[in-house]
T-cell receptor, first 113, second 114 residues
Framework: DAKTTQPNSMESNEEEPVHLPCNHS???????IHWYRQLPSQGPEYVIH???SNVNNRMASLAIAEDRKSSTLILHRATLRDAAVYYC??????????????FGQGTTLQVKP | DTEVTQTPKHLVMGMTNKKSLKCEQH?????MYWYKQKAKKPPELMFV???????INESVPSRFSPECPNSSLLNLHLHALQPEDSALYLC?????????????FGPGTRLTVT
């Protein structure tokens, strides 16, 4: 299975944009890229997902490199509430993978006031 | 309503007890999941139910027994647990089990085995 690599931690200032990187150099052409986050003492929360094109939603933007070997989650204006562990997850094709969401170690984002 | 509810919030049980965790969603989702999360670790998938049938068991010990009585409800029956089974147990649901669907998570049940 393709693996993702994320920095262990990042810091950001409140009200500034945050770019969270994810490397997935062994991604296959049919793997979806999903991002979830987990705030302290809460269950994970879906953020965004994409396949090939960049995606935007009310929470964030997902920029996918042209070769799909990396992606970046963009929070446009960080707030204190965005302090969380952010997980970049690949979801591969295949009946044995159906339903599976395999979490890596993620990036712990700290937001400073 | 995008809520997944889990009860109880906290549970303390002895190694000889039998208890159950409950998870409920009313979003019309047809896939439901159990995850286990140890402190400072990422969640680990345990079971996947699709259309009320168990589709994935990630080699979970038989002392954990899942049940899906209907499309809105998911239970996890616990029996003869070990102290190392103490963890946060998370339930999730999604519209289907295909990889394009996002999963919605509940707040979890924090389980302590004494």
């Amino acid at each position: 299975d393709a693996k993702t690599t994320q920095p262990n931690s990042m810091e950001s200032n409140e009200e500034e944009p945050v770019h969270l990187p994810c490397n997935h150099s062994t991604i296959s052409g049919t793997d979806y890229i999903h991002w979830y986050r987990q705030l302290p003492s809460q269950g994970p929360e879906y953020v965004i997902h994409g396949l090939t094109s960049n995606v935007n939603n009310r929470m964030a933007s997902l920029a996918i490199a042209e070769d799909r070997k990396s992606s970046t989650l963009i929070l446009h204006r960080a707030t204190l509430r965005d302090a969380a562990v952010y997980y970049c997850i690949l979801r591969p094709y295949g009946s044995s993978n159906t339903g599976k969401l395999i979490f890596g170690q993620g990036t712990t984002l700290q937001v400073k006031p | 309503d995008t809520e997944v509810t889990q009860t109880p919030k906290h549970l303390v049980m002895g190694m000889t007890n039998k208890k159950s965790l409950k998870c409920e969603q009313h979003m019309g989702h047809r896939a439901m999941y159990w995850y286990k999360q140890k402190a400072k670790k990422p969640p680990e998938l345990m079971f996947v139910y699709s259309y009320e049938k168990l589709s994935i068991n990630e080699s979970v010990p038989s002392r954990f027994s899942p049940e899906c009585p209907n499309s809105s409800l998911l239970n996890l029956h616990l029996h003869a647990l070990q102290p190392e089974d103490s963890a946060l147990y998370l339930c999730a649901s999604s519209q289907g089990d295909a990889r394009a669907y996002e999963q919605y998570f509940g707040p979890g049940t924090r389980l302590t085995v004494t």
